[in-house]
């Protein structure tokens, strides 16, 4: 089973469990009913837990009215505004009409939801079904949270709710309950322009787009050098190597710069894919949350750590892609959820703490599948929640984009250029699927062979045949091996010998790497040539081998 079947299986896997996540059962708050805490009151607490954070009045919420015993409450962001309703008649059948009321003022608005507080499950139910079509939730007196007609919209409603709900819980069990209640709720009403819920574009940093952008350009400049770059098989290997991979040899050699190059390149359409979704998606939050150029300096700083433990835990293997940065991301955020108050604030709701852990076991079981290199995630992670530790949190005057984005996309534009730019001018990554210029000769007897530039030889004997194999990889998408035979008594003992090394052809399935031979007779030795390479150089391996044919001697 390909690598690439195991990661969409697993994707697979993954989703499948969020789904079924829906399904589970409402987290109970027993603790409610047995400190006597029913509707009203249980509203009074609940408001006083969206408007408040820790003692602090929130700048982003605010009471925006009231509605006969409903309390308006207006969030900035996905959360939009919330209809706070208590069951003042206990969750009773006269508790029905009113709903249906407030509901069908606020059915036209997508950007409420209608939070109803106070009854039993069987109450729920009817509230939820006459309040339709308005987005409802429905807090039973356990403080159990059962949501209706969500479809895709934001779940931000919901995670408001249930974490304000949380302290609540953990305030009473402390001995505590503040409350606002509904005299003091009228005069916190504050007048002023209708806010604009409608979703707006998404926020995407400038850094996450220039970043996302130059790894897209990477690959088509890949593809431009060979298509087989698509699939990332065949000369697709050579083009990123000579572009910019992780190499041992070649940085021990002195090519350092393919440590900050190999997170730009990609093996295939679907590594570009997967890593360039999750970094559009992990880096837009966390650039938001401590601003672009500390952002450039975590993903960069992530990309050389990554870059660095592959160097040092693989000797021969030929890495790149963005994984091992995106790792970082993935462990500065981790780092923010579980140990910085002062960027993400605590507690952080258990969807997002349960939401992180369960991203950290799907890359940690990806991680394991052969092919992908390990040491780079790990090296990544490592490197990002370390220096999460010494990042702060953006300025709160700051802007959402900077006013000046030309400098941070010229940074990242330099990045490329000194990491890609130089090792391809320095590799001749146009070259990469170009025939090879001739090098040294390697001697069988007296029979010469001459052998690529750059390619690497080894030489076995077996049964009168000596075979010699030369080996242009990574530089290089060909191979070729010579067969030598003995030397014979005569031409034509030596064409019975030179017919007997290359047999009649074995059908195959269809393959992508292709074998060009050419045949002959040299010193009364017999000689095949067989050039191996992708299928899409079939030209270039049939005019290969037939240059080596020539050269002979």
């Given at each position: ?8 299986a697993l ?11 829906r ?15 029913f ?65 069908s003022?606020h ?16 109450f ?6 006459v ?6 939730l ?6 159990r ?12 409603p ?15 069990r402390?001995?505590?309950?503040p ?54 098989s ?45 970094q ?13 150029w ?42 923010f ?7 993400l ?14 991203t ?47 400098p ?25 699927t170009?025939?090879?210029?001739m ?12 052998i ?9 004997r ?24 003995e030397?014979?008594?005569d ?17 195959v ?27 899409s ?11 080596l ?5």
């Open positions: 089973m390909s690598s690439t079947v195991i990661v969409l994707l697979a896997a993954f989703l499948g469990l969020g789904a079924l996540s399904f589970k059962a409402p987290k109970k708050r027993p603790i409610f009913r047995q400190s006597g805490i509707p009203g009151r249980l509203t009074e607490g609940l408001l006083h837990a969206l408007i408040s954070d820790r003692g602090y009045v929130r700048a982003d919420t605010r009471i925006a009215g009231m509605e006969g015993g409903a309390v308006v409450v207006e969030r900035l962001g996905a959360c939009g505004r919330l209809v706070l309703s208590p069951a003042l008649g206990f969750g009773r059948e006269n508790d029905l009409p009113a709903l249906a009321a407030l509901a003022r059915s036209p608005d997508r950007a409420t939801t209608l939070v109803v507080v106070g009854g039993g499950e069987e729920g139910r009817r509230a939820l079904q309040t339709a079509p308005v987005r409802a429905h807090i039973d007196d356990q403080g949270v059962r949501e209706a007609r969500a479809r895709f919209r934001p779940t931000a919901r995670l408001v709710v249930e974490n304000a709900l949380d302290r609540m819980a953990a305030d009473l402390d001995g505590a309950f409350v606002v209640d509904f005299e003091t709720a009228r005069s916190l009403v504050t007048e002023g322009p209708e806010p604009d819920f409608r979703p707006g574009p998404p926020i995407r940093g400038v850094v996450t787009t220039a970043l996302t952008a130059a790894i897209v350009l990477c690959f088509v400049a890949e593809v431009l050098i060979s298509p087989d770059s698509l699939g990332g065949g000369a697709g290997l050579n083009v990123v190597y000579r572009m910019g991979a992780i190499y041992q040899p070649a940085i021990l050699a002195g090519e350092w710069q393919r440590l900050i190059a190999a997170p730009f390149l990609h093996f295939g359409l679907l590594h570009l894919a997967m890593n360039g979704w999750a559009w998606s992990l880096g837009a939050p966390i650039e938001f949350l401590v601003g672009p500390r952002f450039l300096a975590l993903w960069v700083g992530s990309a050389l750590g990554a870059s660095v433990t592959s160097l040092l835990f693989n000797e021969s293997s030929v890495a790149a892609g963005a994984s091992g940065a995106i790792f970082g991301l993935l462990g500065a955020f981790t780092t959820v579980f140990f910085r108050k002062d960027v604030p605590q507690p952080v709701p258990r969807p997002l703490r349960n939401g992180v852990l369960a950290l076991l799907l890359n940690l079981m990806i991680s394991f599948i052969p092919s992908i290199d390990m040491a780079a995630h790990g090296g990544g992670f490592l490197t990002g929640a370390v220096m999460a530790f010494g990042l702060v949190k953006r300025d709160r005057a700051g802007s959402v984009s900077p006013s000046r984005p030309a941070l996309r010229l940074a990242v534009a330099a990045l490329v250029l000194l990491g890609v730019g130089v090792t391809s001018i320095q590799a001749r990554a146009d070259l990469a170009e025939i090879p210029n090098g040294a000769e390697h001697a069988v007897a007296e029979v010469r062979l001459p690529p530039a750059g390619f690497t030889v080894s030489e076995s077996a049964k009168g045949l000596t075979t010699v194999e030369a080996d242009g990889a990574p530089a290089s998408p060909y191979a070729v091996t010579y067969k030598v035979s030397p014979q008594a031409e034509a003992a030596a064409r019975r010998v030179l017919q007997s090394l290359h047999p009649e052809p074995v059908a399935k269809e393959s992508d790497w292709i074998a060009a031979s050419q045949m002959g007779i040299q010193n009364l030795r017999a000689i095949e040539i067989v050039v191996v390479a992708p299928s150089c079939t030209a270039k391996a049939e005019k290969l081998a037939a240059s044919a020539a050269l002979v001697r």
